[in-house]
């Protein structure tokens, strides 16, 4: 395992020249990893249901923000935005679609078309598997405002377009929620989700939802992410947090956690259950760290949004896990994936083996363009790694020994 460790044989200044020329992060063996798979490819894969009849068109250019969730069969199911535009593929009239693998991830079904809106902006979702009914749900937010008219990327060179929909009378965004009673097959019409206030955007960065397993909240849906206030289709603030439903998703509360700098935080975050019941938070911040969170009562209320410093990172969401043993029980060991401090490239996976309160240690199994990723334990010997490759275009997956992971 490659570790984070400070070496220092000389004092002072020198010191510090050398942990500076040599750097914090020091690489203990060189280690060969499996190679991937892609799962979703621009301009390549070919979406069933995605047709306007001119054949290039019918090719996505651009996949993001990959979710994977297990169902109780042990089917594998994993989503992601499929853009039609890569200049601004956040906003590109994407829509969602899904894959599913009945053999641990060895081989993948065609892709189904889950949700789509014309040319409006399928995006920040979050998925989460309802064990209880066997149900797999996506919470997501949608831009009510034609990408094709956008040129360019960013606020700006939206501005038009989005003035265009406010000045019709109508909400540049809305919230809405589709279902699969059948593992990913078919999917559920899109329902619009009533608000408060229109101009309150749910935002989840693409968040894998979870149900909990433990304690008297045994049952619960919770989804990590925020919300973003907008003025006239200006971001003005930030708040983040956690919904929580206790009705297999029928409504939803969302329940803020305390920050003490809004400037500092993204909205874009992951849960995981540890052993005791306890949930832990973990958030992607504007800088190049983590901010961490616990509950001890199933998501109801929070502690303070602190800062670990094992854990350096790049600006991007990741995923967390907790492994579970070979009878299925949660360990105290946890798997954190996000790119490496040196940008969007070379995919790190944070290990942990006391239920997050300490990382020393990290692989990197990705070489490379790497950003937005997603975890899933296959089985007792494995885990599945996806992650977006090739700047936004593609999808890959990786499959990998946990013991590779744990050992040191």
């Known amino acids: 395992m490659k570790r984070i460790k400070t070496k220092s044989v000389i004092p002072g200044l020198l010191a510090m020249v050398i942990f500076v020329i040599t750097g914090a992060f020091q690489c203990c063996t060189s280690e060969e990893w499996p190679e991937s798979s892609l799962i979703f490819a621009a301009d390549e894969t070919v979406v069933p249901d995605h047709s306007d009849g001119v054949p290039v068109k019918d090719m996505y250019q651009c996949y993001r923000e990959p979710?994977?969730?297990?169902?109780?069969?042990?089917r594998l199911v994993v989503g992601c935005h499929a853009?039609?535009?890569?200049?601004?593929?956040?906003r590109s009239g994407q829509d969602y679609v899904v894959r599913y693998s009945d053999d641990g991830g060895k081989s993948w079904s065609e892709p189904v078309l889950a949700a789509e809106h014309g040319v409006y902006s399928f995006q920040a979702n979050g998925m989460v598997y309802d064990a209880i009914i066997d149900r797999i749900i996506v919470k997501y937010q949608l831009y009510r405002f034609d990408y094709s008219k956008v040129e360019g990327r960013g606020r700006e060179a939206a501005a038009p377009a989005i003035r265009e929909t406010l000045d019709a009378g109508e909400a540049f965004s809305k919230q809405y929620v589709v279902y699969s009673d059948d593992g990913g097959e078919s999917w559920s019409e899109p329902e619009e989700i009533p608000v408060d206030n229109e101009n309150d955007m749910p935002h989840y960065?693409?968040?894998e939802g979870r149900q909990l397993t433990l304690g008297d909240k045994a049952g619960r849906l919770i989804i990590p992410g925020g919300i973003r206030q907008h003025d006239e289709g200006v971001e003005n603030r930030k708040t983040i947090g956690v919904w929580i439903s206790d009705d297999h998703g029928q409504n939803w509360e969302f329940i803020r956690i305390k920050e003490d700098d809004p400037r500092s935080i993204s909205c874009e975050a992951r849960v995981t259950e540890l052993k005791d019941g306890s949930i832990l938070y973990n958030e992607r911040t504007r800088f190049d760290g983590r901010h961490l969170a616990r509950s001890t009562d199933g998501g109801s209320t929070w502690s303070q949004l602190q800062s670990h410093p094992d854990l350096k990172v790049t600006q991007c969401n990741g995923s967390m896990i907790t492994l579970r043993d070979k009878n299925g029980k949660l360990t105290s060991d946890l798997?954190?994936?996000?790119?490496?401090?040196?940008?969007?490239?070379?995919?790190?996976?944070y290990v942990s083996r006391d239920e997050g309160n300490s990382w020393p240690g990290w692989h990197q199994p990705v070489d490379g363009y790497f950003a937005y990723s997603s975890l899933i334990q296959v089985d007792a010997e494995t885990v599945c790694l996806f992650y977006e490759a090739n700047h936004y275009k593609d999808i890959r997956s990786m499959l990998i020994p946990i013991s590779k992971l744990l050992s040191e």
């Open 83 to 90: 853009g039609n535009k890569l200049e601004w593929p956040e």
């Open 205 to 207: 960065g693409s968040s």
């Open 67 to 74: 979710i994977v969730i297990k169902t109780k069969t042990g």
């Open 335 to 349: 798997l954190f994936s996000v790119p490496s401090p040196g940008g969007r490239k070379d995919g790190w996976i």
